[in-house]
């Protein structure tokens, strides 16, 4: 597939030719590598920004059982605590 993109600022042509210059390659390879790569790096941004959602959830989950656990442990210790009254 073919992109075009016009009225790009000569400084940033130029400063984009001496980053492909130092890598050995042309313009067109240096900028594909650099457009494959954003996508890359997007797609993994997702996948980090879902990740931290899921963690996040997790931990609530996790804090709610925690509560839930300790009010079960209390309630468990008050009826033993009864039955040794009795």
Same mark, same amino acid.
């Given at each position: 597939m073919e992109i075009k993109i016009r009225n790009? =600022?000569?400084i940033a042509v130029k400063k984009i030719d001496e980053l492909a210059k130092k890598k050995k390659m042309s313009r067109q390879e240096?900028?594909?590598?650099?457009?494959?790569?954003?996508t890359l790096f997007q797609a993994q941004t997702d996948r980090e920004i879902e990740l931290e959602?899921?963690?996040?959830?997790?931990?609530?989950?996790?804090e709610k059982c925690t509560e839930v656990m300790e009010t079960m442990n209390q309630f468990i210790?008050?009826?033993?605590?009864e =039955?040794?009254?009795?």
């Open positions: 790009v =600022d000569p240096f900028l594909k590598g650099q457009l494959e790569t954003l959602n899921l963690v996040r959830f997790n931990i609530q989950t996790v210790t008050e009826l033993m605590e =039955d040794e009254e009795r």
